[in-house]
Every structure is written in structure tokens, then in C-alpha cells.
């Protein structure tokens, strides 16, 4: 059974705070994504991986980094949490026809 | 970033009723995806569509691929409980990269 794993499903930080979030797929998938979830405004996608090392940045990077030292693992950065990166966090991984997706972080900024 | 419109944004519907939903883009798109979301869970692909005006079926679930490939519809026929969730339609423009555009989602409520 394929499988995205996130780190947390839940998670509460202060505002200023460094913020890790984790991905691990074992699907030897080269391409992972990381999107954010808001109420109307559907998936977006904050950054991608197309290899190890290798990123770009999606629709909205403002305010986030990434990292992928490994092809299994992609992880998020909110360097400095603020209250507008409250959200639900998904993460995915595959190609065009078969992204696989993580059940969410839902992050909370206060 | 550009977005889908995707209509309705929510709908209320009885047991057994028949659902329609759609997506809609200014530019065009050489893959048209519809994932659901479960309460709790991440999206899961439904149905995928690779060619303009492709009809495709999954069990009670029927997608096209709209031959401007500008949009794309999802049926669900005599839907049942388990089909609450949220509806998200995705495209891939032309272009070659792996990103998908997603649309706002469809929120599904049946009452009992």
C-alpha cells in the first residue's frame, strides 16, 4: 500500500517560531509537493521537488523553504511563523496522473 | 498563482439525488484531474482525463474533458452517505512540468 506520510497531524506554535514540517513517501517517487489549504481558495502550492536538492518554488513561497536531502523525505520551513500561516498543510508526492497524498498537517499560529 | 473556478462552491442534496459539478479555466489544459477529499484525510484521486471530450467512468462517478480543454465535469449518480467530502478538480497546462493547478473544491452534504 503506497503511503505519504506527515509528521504531525496537529500542530500549535507561537508566532515567531521555527517550524518543521515532515514528509516521507515510500514510493521512490522523484517529484513531492507541498500545498496549503484554505477555506474557498482551494489547494496551492507553495513549493515542489523534481529531485534530490532540487526545488522550485510554487504559487506562494513567501514565507517558507524547503528541503530535500533525501529522495524518501520533504520537508516545509516556516522560518518565523506568523498567524497568517494557520492552515492545513498537505503534502504529495508522484508524477501528473498519480500525486499520492498525506492526510495534512493542520497548523495553528498563535 | 492561477486558480480554477470551480462551481458550486457547496451543495446540500437528499440521498439518492444525482450531483453535478464543474471547472472552468481561462487557458488550457492537456490534463483534467477530480480528487476527493474525506473529513480528516488527504485528497484521493478519482478519475483522470488525457484527451479533449474523453468520457470517463469510475463505479457512479462520470468525468469529461471538455473539448475547448477549458473545463471539466464530474457526475456522481444516486449518491450515498459516503460520498461527503470535499470535490477538488486539477489541471496540468501544456508546459511539461509535473504542478498541478487546483480548483477551489466542491463541499457535498447529503441529508438524511
Known amino acids: 500500500d503506497v503511503k505519504v506520510t506527515q509528521s504531525s497531524r496537529y500542530l500549535v506554535k507561537r508566532t515567531g517560531e521555527k517550524v518543521f514540517l515532515e514528509c516521507v513517501q515510500d514510493m521512490d517517487h522523484e517529484n513531492m509537493f507541498w500545498y496549503r489549504q484554505d477555506p474557498g481558495l482551494g489547494l496551492r502550492l507553495i513549493y515542489f521537488s523534481y529531485d534530490v536538492k532540487m526545488k522550485e518554488k510554487g504559487d506562494i513561497p513567501e514565507g517558507y523553504s524547503v528541503s530535500r536531502e533525501k529522495k524518501e523525505r520533504f520537508s516545509l520551513i516556516l522560518e518565523s511563523a506568523s498567524t497568517n500561516q494557520t492552515s492545513m498543510y498537505l503534502c504529495?508526492?508522484?508524477?501528473?496522473?498519480?500525486?499520492?497524498f498525506g492526510p495534512g498537517t493542520r497548523l495553528t499560529v498563535l | 498563482g492561477q486558480q480554477l473556478n470551480q462551481s458550486p462552491q457547496s451543495m446540500f442534496i437528499q440521498e439518492g439525488e444525482d450531483v453535478s459539478m464543474n471547472c472552468t479555466s481561462s487557458s488550457i489544459f492537456n490534463t483534467w484531474l477530480w480528487y476527493k477529499q474525506d473529513p480528516g484525510e488527504g485528497p484521493v484521486l478519482l478519475i483522470a482525463l488525457y484527451k479533449a471530450g474523453e468520457l470517463t467512468s469510475n463505479g457512479r462517478l462520470t468525468a469529461q474533458f471538455g473539448i475547448t480543454r477549458k473545463d471539466s465535469f464530474l457526475n456522481i449518480s444516486a449518491s450515498i452517505p459516503s460520498d461527503v467530502g470535499i470535490y477538488f478538480c486539477?489541471?496540468?497546462?501544456?508546459?511539461?512540468?509535473?504542478?498541478?493547478?487546483f480548483g477551489t473544491g466542491t463541499r457535498l452534504t447529503i441529508i438524511p
Open positions: 486539477a489541471g496540468q497546462s501544456l508546459g511539461g512540468n509535473e504542478k498541478l493547478t
Open positions: 504529495a508526492s508522484g508524477g501528473v496522473d498519480e500525486q499520492f
